[in-house]
């Protein structure tokens, strides 16, 4: 199921064991908050009609043993609550104790996005690709504030402390799209510092780290990163707060210049654009702002960006076809 | 508190907004050991992250701690005691009505004081001296190798500049209230002020007496 | 304590009258006209009267950029303001309602008119104190606005380091400055507090024949005295972190960030008392008044104040289940947390008790007081959501701990507040305020928050995280829904602040006690006198004497 087909949604997707017990216990108590509220409500709106001044009511008082009465309306409920802690510290022990087969996963959060790192050397940005019915580790820690990495499917979240190591760990049962976010919150971008977890079967995992896998975490996984560290995304962001061009998909395309000329962004087009954006080639309809990167970022910096901008092409023209 | 009891130039005046001066007494008493406890939580949270700072990293907390002049604190401790012992005399004599001697005995206390201060600059001009302020930029700071020395370092500041802060406005208070029971009639209407203000004198030496051994001596 | 003459107190001994106007030179607020008389009062009542002026003016500002938030979170993808403006608006909101609005609000306003009255004293022990405290409080207040006016402050209300000490490019110093001076205001008034409770009590009135709300102000202040100096220190720690980089909450100096957040919540959990406790004691004069009838188990609400003020310093680590701390730990502060929780959500009970068999009018105050009830304990049994270890790690720092909070702290500390503010505005102003405008909107309130906050736990419990100013469409229904909710809540609360304002010229004079409710600031006149009692005030024999209660066996009330 597509997340995004909805614009009303009134129960979470349960992609583990762990996550459908953990509805069973908001369930339950849910049920007994209802036990221990739903009277208050209904005495008070019934007294407050039998009891109003003015109505005939018996309103003669016996004897009380209002200590007695005290005593069992604290202890009932909270005994009857401490049945949910003790499940509640159950489960959350069982989330504790990481399984010695399970596969580990880096991650690491920074200023906003996540970055997630398979065993078998490929990595991935703010998405996240699994395979279900084996346990999972993930093993995070920030390089500068607290995050804390949120995966509503899983029920699961764990910050990640520019300090020291954190983890979670999980085993999935259900494949499909999910979402994780940062909940902690970290800044300027932080709403935007989500993805998508995709769970899926053992064998399309190792398919998908064979090929598309491979792909996004070699050169555009890494010019991704650097694509954040420049802070390109300041302007050329969807939304930001200086127009420029969005570059999603511009590989490739035509694009019409300010002096009327027209050509093709090619790699030698966005080379230029990155050295040095002022000379000649400016495109229709901006201002001349963006500033020249060359002597600033270093050549291998420079090669992965530009693999990373191409293959944001490739992925617009993938959504594209069909 | 039998004050005045002997002497009827002793005594307190009553505020309108209480009934009995008795009542006046105990609401001011009262109100500076409350005053007193959440002076003291204020501390205990710099102390206990001092000590927590020392189970984290202990070689690099008595490296730095190595730095402090510790016979200029062991100095202060007494220096401080001494004026909280001249403040117990200036409270003596206030209660006997005695005025001279106790402003005398303030007066002292208030100059110990000041020595303190005098002393902790100096010591403060020494560390300055050994680059020990890693919080200045434009001064290399002499442990530069050892990076959570510098949380104790600058821990030490917080703590001693909060304590010099207090001691500094008991000094002033001292020195204004010493001026006004200078003036005749002072014991006769505000006797109990001398008192309340001594709690507070006590709560300043008691203070560095919790600081002297956490930041000193714990760590030799 | 300089000032003033050697008296005996005003007229003693003379024959109680309960009559409003006995021509005995003015009430307080006539008693003088200048700025002067208003600025530098000592009276309790006047300084009462500052405060509720300046927390107003704070509860518009905190809750004009709420508005703005629910504005922006209409759309999903984040385009009424850029992530910054929504970051530092959510910010302001934060921290004006916690610090500038909820914390002060009943203890400052009612308290300080109040407790004096209530337990026939004169004035607090330290009338002075109690005006610096109004000082302190608008210096503090005036550090914070600077912040924002100079361009806003980006960290949400907790400050979390290392992104307020290193990271965050805004205006942290003031705001912390004016926070922390903002805490010593709070100390002042709790230390006032604390001695007079202890000092000032009128002749026969011991500590059993107190009104609740005198006792859960006691156990506030405790609270006040003795968590306030650790997020003074924490604070202290975090300007000289910002300002010096000393580096305690800084991990490449072997610092640490989490640290912080210890400190931090050591203060704010407790803080949530300082805000739920007073607001317990409204309610607990409100509804005995309106129901004819003595509070039920008056001994056992006063115990557990006191006992809930102690036991939440012992708590505050279930705000860290997630963060790093040690699972032992998670467990202990989580069980804690259920011993503190149910008590004071079970305190529902002991109101709608005292509803059973009374003759109920239902007026404004009392209306406030059963959404209250109704609100509180859905907000209190949440958090036992939250305290629950498993389901904190699906839930937290979501939408259903924003919604949670908000049925704590609208749906109880506002609620209470408004219902306060209409109980007692006869006695502070002299004048009625209308009966029908008043039962509106309290109606529009409850009916407003629930809208506005129910769909926040559904969107929790989803997966929404909180501070989200770009969120996933899936969420915008329940979203428009909130927002939808939150313009009637204002609807609701612009009501009062127009037609109380209307009745202090137009409203018809009120009677020294128009409510027959029981309690010593019932017998002075409305307003009351500048020094309250005409006559000495005589304590009643018991607390609550109202013609209806149940025979309590098993315990006596002495």
Same mark, same amino acid.
């Given at each position: 199921m597509n997340p995004t087909d909805l614009a009303l949604q009134l129960w979470p997707a349960a992609a583990s064991a762990t996550a459908v017990e953990t509805d069973w216990l908001i369930l339950a108590f849910t049920v007994l908050t209802l036990l221990l509220t739903v009277p208050v409500f209904v005495a008070i709106t019934w007294f407050a009609i039998r009891y109003r001044q003015g109505e005939e009511a018996d309103?003669?008082?016996?004897?009380?043993?209002?200590?007695?009465?005290?005593?069992?309306?604290?202890?009932?409920?909270?005994?009857?609550?401490?049945?949910?802690?003790?499940?509640?510290?159950?489960?959350?022990?069982?989330?504790?104790?990481?399984?010695?087969?399970?596969?580990?996963?880096?991650?690491?959060?920074?200023?906003?996005?996540?970055?997630?790192?398979?065993? +078998?050397?490929?990595?991935?940005?703010?998405?996240?690709?699994?395979p279900i019915g084996q346990p999972i580790k993930?093993?995070?820690?920030?390089?500068?504030?607290?995050?804390?990495?949120?995966?509503?499917?899983?029920?699961?979240?764990?910050?990640?402390?520019?300090?020291?190591?954190?983890?979670?760990?999980?085993?999935?049962?259900?494949?499909?799209?999910?979402?994780?976010?940062?909940?902690?919150?970290?800044?300027?971008?932080?709403?935007?510092?989500?993805?998508?977890?995709?769970?899926?079967?053992?064998?399309?995992?190792?398919?998908?780290?064979?090929?598309?896998?491979?792909?996004?975490?070699?050169?555009?996984?890494?010019?991704?990163?650097?694509?954040?560290?420049?802070?390109?995304?300041?302007?050329h962001d969807p939304g930001a707060k200086v127009r420029a061009p969005a570059l999603a998909g511009l590989y490739g395309r035509e694009v019409r210049l300010a002096d009327g000329r027209t050509v093709t962004a090619d790699? +030698?087009?966005?080379?230029?654009?990155?050295?040095?954006?002022n000379r000649q080639k400016l495109a229709a309809d901006y201002k001349q702002v963006m500033p020249a990167f060359r002597n600033v970022i270093p050549p291998d910096d420079l090669d992965r960006l530009v693999s990373y901008l191409k293959s944001t092409g490739a992925t617009a023209q993938q959504e594209a076809k069909p | 508190m039998s004050a005045g009891a002997s002497d009827s130039a002793v005594g307190v005046k009553l505020v309108s907004h209480f009934a009995t001066v008795e009542q006046q007494k105990r609401a001011a008493v009262l109100g500076m050991w409350a005053w007193l406890l959440t002076e003291l939580l204020l501390f205990a949270g710099l102390f206990l992250t001092a000590l927590i700072l020392r189970l984290l990293h202990p070689e690099a907390v008595q490296e730095a701690a190595r730095h402090?002049?510790?016979?200029?604190?062991?100095?202060?401790?007494?220096?401080?005691?001494? @004026? @909280?012992?001249?403040m117990s005399g200036a409270i003596q004599l206030s209660r006997l009505g005695w005025q001279r001697g106790m402003v005398r005995f303030m007066l002292a206390t208030a100059a110990l004081g000041t020595l303190f201060l005098l002393l902790k600059g100096y010591e403060y001009y020494a560390d300055y001296q050994e680059h020990m302020m890693p919080f200045l930029s434009d001064r290399p700071y002499e442990l530069k190798d050892s990076p959570p020395s510098r949380l104790f370092v600058n821990l030490y500041y917080v703590a001693t500049s909060l304590h010099g802060l207090h001691l500094m406005t008991g000094i002033t208070i001292l020195l204004v209230m010493t001026w006004q029971a200078s003036r005749p009639g002072f014991l006769g209407q505000h006797q109990n002020r001398i008192e309340i203000f001594g709690l507070y004198w006590h709560f300043i030496d008691l203070i560095w007496i919790l600081a002297f051994p956490t930041l000193y001596v714990l760590n030799r | 304590m300089t000032s003033g003459t050697i008296t005996d107190g005003p007229a003693l001994r003379e024959p109680h009258t309960p009559d409003s106007r006995l021509g005995h030179g003015a009430d307080y607020l006539h008693a003088e006209h200048t700025l002067r008389s208003w600025f530098f009062t000592t009276d309790h009542k006047r300084i009462a009267l500052l405060y509720l002026a300046s927390i107003t003016a704070f509860f518009v500002i905190g809750a004009v950029t709420a508005g703005l938030v629910r504005l922006a979170l209409v759309v999903p993808d984040g385009q009424v303001f850029t992530n910054d403006t929504y970051n530092k608006l959510f910010t302001i909101h934060g921290v004006v309602m916690v610090w500038f609005f909820l914390i002060p609000s009943i203890p400052a306003t009612f308290g300080n008119f109040l407790i004096p009255l209530m337990i026939g004293a004169r004035d607090l022990a330290f009338p002075?104190?109690?005006?610096?405290?109004?000082?302190?409080?608008?210096?503090?207040?005036?550090?914070?606005l600077a912040s924002v006016v100079l361009g806003g402050v980006d960290t949400g209300w907790t400050f979390y380091t290392p992104l307020s000490t290193a990271f965050s490019n805004t205006w942290v110093v003031p705001a912390l400055i004016g926070v922390t001076i903002v805490g010593f205001s709070s100390i002042l008034t709790g230390l006032n507090f604390v001695v007079t409770i202890h000092t000032m009590r009128a002749p026969g009135m011991t500590w059993f024949r107190l009104p609740i709300f005198v006792w859960t102000h006691y156990a506030t202040s405790l609270i006040f005295l003795l968590a306030t100096p650790v997020i003074t220190v924490a604070l202290i720690l975090l300007i000289a972190e910002r300002a010096f980089h000393i580096g305690v909450f800084d991990p490449a100096y072997g610092g640490d960030p989490v640290l912080f957040q210890h400190l931090f919540w050591f203060y704010s959990h407790p803080a949530v008392y300082i805000m739920v406790l007073p607001g317990m004691g409204v309610i607990s004069e409100i509804v005995p008044a309106f129901a004819q009838k003595k509070l039920f188990g008056y001994k056992f609400v006063a115990y557990a104040a006191i006992g809930l003020a102690s036991v939440t310093f012992f708590v505050w680590g279930h705000h860290m289940f997630v963060n790093g701390q040690s699972d032992f730990a998670s467990v202990a502060f989580s069980v804690l947390s259920f011993a503190v929780a149910v008590p004071s959500a079970v305190k529902v009970y002991n109101w709608t008790a005292t509803i059973h068999k009374g003759s109920l009018k239902l007026d404004t105050p009392m209306l406030y007081a059963m959404g209250y009830i109704g609100l509180f304990v859905l907000g209190g049994l949440t958090g036992l959501y939250l305290a629950t270890l498993a389901i904190n790690q699906h839930v937290h720092a979501t939408y259903f701990v924003v919604a949670h909070f908000h049925y704590i702290m609208v749906g109880g500390t506002v609620l209470a507040f408004l219902g306060g503010l209409h109980f007692w505005w006869p006695k502070i102003t002299g004048r009625m305020y209308i009966e029908a405008w008043g039962r509106i909107s309290a109606f529009l309130i409850f009916i407003g928050f629930n809208v506005t906050f129910f769909p926040q736990f559904i969107l929790g419990y989803l997966?929404?995280?909180?501070?989200?100013?770009? &969120? #996933?469409?899936?969420?915008?229904?329940?979203?428009?829904?909130?927002?939808?909710?939150?313009?009637?809540?204002?609807?609701?609360?612009?009501? #009062?602040?127009? &037609?109380?304002?209307? $009745?202090?010229?137009?409203?018809?004079?009120? %009677?020294?006690?128009?409510?027959?409710?029981? *309690?010593?600031?019932?017998?002075?006149?409305? %307003?009351?006198?500048?020094?309250?009692?005409?006559?000495?005030?005589?304590?009643?024999?018991?607390?609550?004497? &109202? %013609?209806?209660?149940?025979?309590?066996? *098993?315990?006596?009330? $002495?």
């Open positions: 309103r003669s008082h016996g004897n009380v043993r209002s200590v007695l009465i005290e005593i069992s309306w604290m202890l009932i409920p909270f005994l009857l609550t401490l049945i949910f802690f003790v499940w509640g510290a159950r489960l959350f022990f069982i989330s504790k104790q990481v399984p010695g087969d399970a596969m580990v996963i880096e991650a690491i959060g920074r200023q906003w996005m996540w970055k997630f790192q398979h065993p +078998t050397g490929q990595s991935e940005i703010n998405d996240l690709h699994l993930i093993r995070m820690i920030s390089q500068d504030v607290i995050h804390n990495l949120y995966l509503p499917a899983l029920r699961m979240q764990m910050a990640t402390l520019p300090d020291r190591y954190t983890e979670l760990w999980f085993k999935a049962d259900r494949t499909g799209s999910y979402r994780l976010y940062c909940s902690e919150y970290c800044g300027t971008d932080h709403s935007k510092m989500d993805g998508n977890l995709t769970l899926m079967t053992q064998a399309d995992y190792a398919a998908w780290l064979q090929n598309a896998g491979a792909q996004q975490g070699g050169q555009a996984g890494a010019g991704r990163v650097v694509y954040e560290s420049y802070g390109c995304g300041a302007c790699e +030698t087009y966005l080379r230029d654009k990155i050295l040095n954006p | 402090l002049k510790f016979w200029i604190g062991a100095i202060n401790t007494v220096v401080l005691i001494g @004026s @909280s012992l001249t | 002075k104190l109690n005006l610096a405290s109004w000082y302190v409080f608008m210096t503090g207040a005036l550090f914070t997966g929404m995280p909180r501070r989200y100013h770009v &969120y #996933p469409p899936e969420f915008q229904f329940l979203n428009i829904l909130s927002s939808a909710g939150s313009t009637i809540l204002a609807v609701g609360y612009l009501f #009062p602040m127009v &037609y109380l304002v209307y $009745s202090i010229w137009f409203g018809k004079r009120a %009677p020294a006690n128009p409510w027959d409710a029981k *309690g010593l600031e019932w017998t002075v006149p409305s %307003p009351p006198p500048a020094h309250n009692f005409l006559t000495e005030p005589v304590a009643p024999k018991v607390p609550y004497d &109202y %013609p209806l209660q149940a025979q309590e066996t *098993g315990r006596q009330h $002495s």
